[in-house]
């Protein structure tokens, strides 16, 4: 029992490593050899043609993974044998020592795992073998990459590396001369986004009153500015640019743009109402006036037709319901509501089409255009009828389209008008290959017979004959017109 002690406490208090020191530092290296060489020597009895068979590195990930390649890449091109950076080691005299070698390893061998000798060596054991000096192939950055921003790019050189979307510190130039130099070097390089990325540093840098005064001296920088305040919406830094330059007009417009982020439909109209005294162009301050005086009248539109709605007073409103609210819609909307809600209300009332026409002096081309769409859209026949008739002095009456009967003619047809309604107008259609191209499309038979009548082609009326039923008026109507045209020629 005693010997048994013996053994044990000899086996607990006995280690086979040693101490450290200086003359045994490639032990552990030698000792890593000798256990690849050991494994190394089981390659005969394994049959390592089986290409199909799969082997597990230690990270669960087959060997012959592309991941698993890289893995092992990065682990090798990070680590040396001594633990140390292999970064460091480039200066070092042992690095320099090293006889360089062609590789063993080809492409191909790096994502199955193996050399180009068979054996079943890792990566990173590979790596790790300083003897058999077999390197893999390590992708660097180019040395230019490395070098320091702060002390070696000149503005030409940064503004290069900008273009080929390069990081560079900017931090570096800090004088005035620089930052302007910088700034007419972006400028000449004709890239937008560069000036833009050099704009916001001398923005970040620099006093308010020095970089609005270098800008106006440099106008394609100062544009730049100018459209990437506005886009990011740095409204007060951007009037205090625009005061700067006195530019007036231009600071009474970025103020008036202010509205849109208003919401509340009575602060905007408070706004608008304080923005007419602005210092604006004639043209304009009309333009303003007319934006609040259309809210002004849209509350209270909105207003009425909201009670009457909610009602159910009104036969229109609940035959059409309303799908919006008229507030902050354009003019032309606003115009194209009041002729489909409120078309034969008096002039006196806001909501009148005429009014709105009247007071904001609406063209008759566009009140034509919207009116007749609208009164199309309810099917008013009769009410584009009258907005198509005009009288004369005498007290004659005809009709006229400011936008031209074509137009006309492809609204009704856009709204299903009738057959009838349609002939009535493509017939005041003057250019007559129109007519005709209008009337064939829209199946306006009768157009196209008297219009064929009136130029007296026989041809053409013979070859329409085909196109319409037989035994209907219009055939009749056709062959009528031939026998009279055979009676008038013999005659």
């Known amino acids: 029992m005693s010997r048994v002690r013996a053994d044990e406490e000899e086996y607990w208090h006995s280690s086979k490593f040693r101490a450290f020191t200086f003359d045994d530092e490639d032990d552990e290296l030698s000792q890593l050899k000798e256990s690849k060489r050991a494994v190394n020597s089981l390659r005969d009895i394994v049959d390592d043609d089986d290409d199909d068979l799969e082997r597990v590195s230690w990270s669960g990930e087959p060997v012959g993974s592309i991941s698993w390649s890289i893995k092992e890449t990065a682990s090798g091109s990070t680590s040396s044998p001594d633990g140390r950076d292999s970064s460091l080691q480039k200066g070092s005299s042992s690095y320099a020592a ?14 199955k795992g193996r050399n180009k000798l068979s054996s079943f060596q890792s990566l990173s054991d590979a790596l790790t073998d300083m003897g058999v000096k077999n390197y893999a192939p390590e992708l660097r950055r180019p040395k230019a990459e490395y070098k320091d921003y702060s002390s070696d790019w000149s503005p030409k050189d940064t503004v290069r590396r900008m273009q080929r979307g390069k990081v560079c510190s900017l931090e570096r130039f800090r004088s005035l001369q620089d930052k302007l130099v910088l700034l007419d070097e972006a400028v000449a390089g004709h890239d937008g986004n560069v000036i833009t990325a050099v704009l916001i540093f001398l923005k970040r840098t620099l006093r308010r009153e020095i970089l609005f005064r270098e800008l106006e001296m440099r106008q394609v920088a100062l544009c730049h500015l100018i459209h990437f305040l506005r886009e990011m919406g740095e409204q007060k830094f951007l009037l205090d640019l625009l005061r700067f330059l006195d530019r007036t007009e231009e600071v009474a417009l970025s103020q008036y743009r202010e509205h849109l982020n208003i919401q509340d439909v009575e602060k905007r109209r408070e706004f608008l109402k304080g923005c007419i005294g602005l ?3 004639a043209e304009d301050t009309s333009h303003i006036q007319d934006h609040y005086t259309l809210l002004e009248r849209q509350i209270i539109i909105e207003a009425n037709d909201r009670h009457l709605e909610m009602a159910g007073q009104s036969e229109l409103f609940r035959k059409y319901p309303r799908k919006a609210s008229i507030l902050n819609m354009p003019l032309v909307t ?5 002729c489909f809600y409120h078309y034969t209300e008096a002039e006196g009332m806001f909501s009148s089409p005429t009014n709105l026409k ?18 199309a859209k309810l099917r008013a026949w009769g009410d584009v009828d009258a907005l198509l ?3 004369n002095w005498l007290g004659y009456t005809k009709k006229k389209a400011p936008i031209g ?17 349609l002939q009535e107008y493509v017939r005041l259609v003057e250019d007559v290959e129109t007519r005709l191209n209008l009337a064939t499309k829209y199946k306006c038979h009768d157009v196209v017979i008297e219009t064929y009548r009136d130029l007296k082609d026989r041809i053409q ?3 329409y004959k085909c196109k319409v039923e037989r035994g209907s008026a219009e055939e009749e109507k056709i062959n009528s017109i031939l026998s009279n045209m055979v009676r008038n020629a013999y005659s």
């Open 98 to 111: 090293l006889p360089k070698q062609a590789s063993s390893y080809s492409l191909s061998s790096l994502f």
């Open 279 to 281: 210092p604006f162009s």
């Open 334 to 338: 606003t115009l194209f509501y009041s």
């Open 358 to 375: 009247k007071t904001f002096k609406i063209p008759d081309k566009q009140y034509v255009l919207t009116a007749l769409a609208a009164r």
């Open 389 to 391: 008739t005009t009288k």
């Open 405 to 421: 009967f074509h137009r006309v003619v492809e609204i009704l047809q856009r709204n299903n008008a009738p057959v009838q309604v």
């Open 461 to 463: 009326l013979t070859a």
